[in-house]
């Protein structure tokens, strides 16, 4: 990162992310994402003024892998017991 990002890297005080000026998220753990995968997993739970990523025309349409598999496709194994 250049001198230049780094003086146009806003910081959410509500959730700490950076966001540079391309409109690139950079999330604490993980690789960088966009407005809309943030939306979609923090935004709008958080529901909170202070929040710098609220304007819709900057998120831009989010998609359905933007957010959070909703546990439906995930199969548990059934854990066996071995007493009888």
């Known amino acids: 990162m250049n001198s230049n990002n780094a003086q146009n890297l806003q910081t959410c005080p509500v959730c700490g992310v950076s966001i540079t ?4 998220v950079n999330f604490s753990n993980g690789i960088p994402g966009t407005r809309a995968r943030l939306y979609a997993r ?8 202070e929040c710098i990523n609220q304007e819709t025309k900057l998120i831009g349409e989010i ?11 995930l ?10």
């Open 42 to 49: 923090v935004c709008q739970y958080a529901q909170k003024s």
């Open 75 to 84: 199969h548990i194994p059934v854990a066996f017991s071995s007493s009888r």
């Open 21 to 24: 000026e391309d409109g690139q």
């Open 63 to 73: 998609q359905s892998e933007d957010g959070f598999e909703s546990g439906e496709d």
